[in-house]
């Protein structure tokens, strides 16, 4: 149960989390990626305590892609460090996850 992952990256803007979705499908690196507008994020960011309207990408994968994931989301991202982390799915339907296998690249 271990091979597949959640990865999390706000972004701070429609525009930016869209680029990064259809970029990580068409590379096959995720089998599905959720936007989730309204987020209010509250962060220490430069010395002091800032917030930022933001939005929250859902990126489903398999753990091995983690670093090319991870390179596309840095290409296409415009903050100097865009949040991607990782939450391993400890579990989860067989045929979900299988789809997660069949759609994504196997390299």
């Given at each position: 149960m271990d091979r597949h992952i959640v990865i999390l990256?706000?972004?701070?803007?429609?525009?930016e989390?869209?680029?990064?979705a259809k970029a990580l499908l068409k590379e096959k690196l995720a089998a599905c990626v959720n936007i989730i507008s309204g987020i209010k994020s509250f962060f220490h960011w430069e010395g002091k305590i800032d917030n930022a309207d933001e939005?929250?990408?859902?990126?489903?994968?398999?753990?091995?892609?983690?670093?090319?994931v991870e390179?596309?989301?840095k290409q296409c991202h415009?903050?100097?460090?865009?949040?991607?982390?990782?939450?391993?799915i400890v579990e989860g339907s067989k045929k979900y996850?299988?789809?997660i296998d069949n759609v994504t690249v196997s390299k």
């Open positions: 990256v706000t972004t701070s803007s429609k525009k989390a869209e680029k990064i939005l929250l990408l859902l990126i489903k994968t398999r753990k091995k892609l983690f670093k090319k390179r596309t989301v415009s903050y100097t460090a865009p949040e991607v982390i990782a939450l391993p996850l299988d789809w």
